[in-house]
DNA sequence: ACCTGAACACCGTTCAAGT
DNA sequence: ACCTGAACACCGTTCAAGT
């Protein structure tokens, strides 16, 4: 049969997933396992196809990391968009890190050897970071400034998913001392 | 003989390496190779043995990870000891990430799964840090100034290392404005 | 008592063969 | 054109067998 036959030549295997499944079932295994338990096995496993498979969507595991990372970033960056000040922003930013806390990892401390995401991403992400930064610091300081809140603000979510409070205090008064001090400081003239 | 029959006895087989040694093979190899690169394989080789026999001195791969977090944790505490400045302490501490970018990640910014050092290691390396908070913050806010002190060197290194910083200006800039505008905030009342 | 070869389960990745 | 089984190199780890 004719109909068969133009069938079968045009479409000999239908596709059994896509670039953006793969994506989200690596993105959901990172957060459930980890990033040792995000394995190309899992990966298939979710998607429904063997491992072989995926190289057909991307070049290999670290390329897919790679996009779990730019998703993240773009995640991040609508979630701070709507901030209108520091402790708003600051707040978002930690929440984030705190519902997501492998990919925030991934995407701001990655160990060595982890692939980086393209310059597009980050900007995307640090935009609203830096519209603040600017209305507070003023536009001559806002890259400077930028770069102040998000060093501290990475540096404490990261050693609080980290584990690395163990000295006693309080950490949600610490945070608030941070923003509070922070907020100051950018604003000093 | 009975001399040999006693020897060997005693001491069927010299000892061919030692936990030091294994140790420091480690923390070479990890700055050499990046943490992939530090396998049991590269780490026996290293000290002359089998790689089965490492595990005569340590449990597995994460212990060994966690001997190296830990002596790199007892360097950085000497090497901030004698700071009596902010700006002193923050550059000890960013020279040091510098100069040991993988174990310093290793140490501050672990990805999940990464063992963590044992509490008394953590402690000697953050007592500098809290002397310095103390004596500008004062002693009822030494802790909260100490943890944002090292949150932002912390995520300041992190993002140098990971190249982070990639909207252009002047990055060493961005230090000292951090550094400046620190020890403003943590001073004032 | 320490060391080793052999083995196991599990990775990422390649590729010829199927449809 | 996509998918798969089989294979390869390389991990961490275990263990019986050597000395």
């Keep these: 049969m004719a109909t068969v036959n133009s069938y079968t030549r045009i479409m000999p295997t239908p596709d059994r997933t896509s670039l953006p499944a793969i994506v989200d079932a690596a993105c959901s295994l990172l957060e459930s396992e980890g990033l040792p338990g995000l394995t190309m096995q899992a990966v298939a496993d979710r998607v429904g196809v063997r491992a072989p ?3 057909k969507r991307v070049q290999g595991r670290d390329e897919l990391l790679r996009l779990v990372a730019e998703a993240t970033l773009t995640a991040l960056g609508s979630r701070l968009g709507g901030s209108e000040t520091v402790s708003e922003l600051a707040k978002g930013f930690r929440e984030f890190g705190h519902e997501r806390p492998v990919a925030f990892q991934l995407v701001m401390t990655p160990g060595a050897g982890s692939p980086v995401a393209r310059d597009e991403f980050g900007a995307v992400a640090s935009e ?42 309080d950490v949600e008064e610490a945070w608030e001392f941070g923003v509070t001090r922070l907020a100051a400081a950018l604003a000093a003239r």
């Design 128 to 169: 609203p970071t830096l519209r603040i930064a600017a209305s507070l610091a003023g536009e001559e300081h806002a890259l400077d400034a930028a770069r102040m809140l998000t060093a501290w603000a990475t540096g404490f979510v990261s050693m609080e998913l980290n584990g690395n409070f163990r000295l006693g205090g």
């Design 53 to 55: 498979s995926l190289y």
